[in-house]
């Protein structure tokens, strides 16, 4: 579905993707409004798989999290006067968790442009 507003009277207007780019008549105060088409990128955007979002979100709650543990080691340290090892564990924590969400990220862009790339060189029907 396809939500616009006519842009004579701004009436909120819903309308099935087959109708895109066609001119119909707006219900309400009866002007010629064309149906607008959905640019290429908001229909890559809602064609992301489902576990894009969530490994995302993963990615950002891996790093927020480990944050929060790296905190929390670094902190005991201190309390029991092993700033040193702290330290070294607090980075590795941040580290490690940086490093999985740079993979994620990466797998994320790589599954991005290969559907691009498809969708590029695949049929156009106009
Ligand atoms: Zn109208």
């Keep these: 579905m ?3 507003s006519c842009p004579h ?4 207007l819903l309308r099935s ?11 309400v105060c009866k002007k010629p409004v064309q149906v607008p088409v959905l640019t290429s990128s ?8 489902w576990y894009y979002l969530f490994l995302e979100f993963f990615a950002v709650a891996l790093v927020i999290i480990s944050a929060v543990a790296a905190l929390v080691i670094i902190y005991r340290s201190l309390k029991a ?3 040193f090892w702290g330290l070294l564990q607090g980075g590795l924590t941040v580290f490690g968790a940086l490093a999985s969400a740079a993979l994620i990220k ?8 290969l559907r691009d790339m498809r969708h590029r060189s695949g049929p156009r029907s106009g």
Excluded: H, V, Y
């Design 17 to 27: 993707d087959r109708e895109a780019g066609q001119e119909i008549e707006c219900p």
């Design 81 to 83: 006067k092993q700033f």
């Design 9 to 12: 009277c701004t009436t909120d």
């Design 2 to 4: 396809i939500a616009f």
């Design 42 to 49: 908001a229909l890559q955007s809602l064609r992301l798989p």
């Design 106 to 113: 990466l797998f994320l862009d790589m599954g991005r442009s």
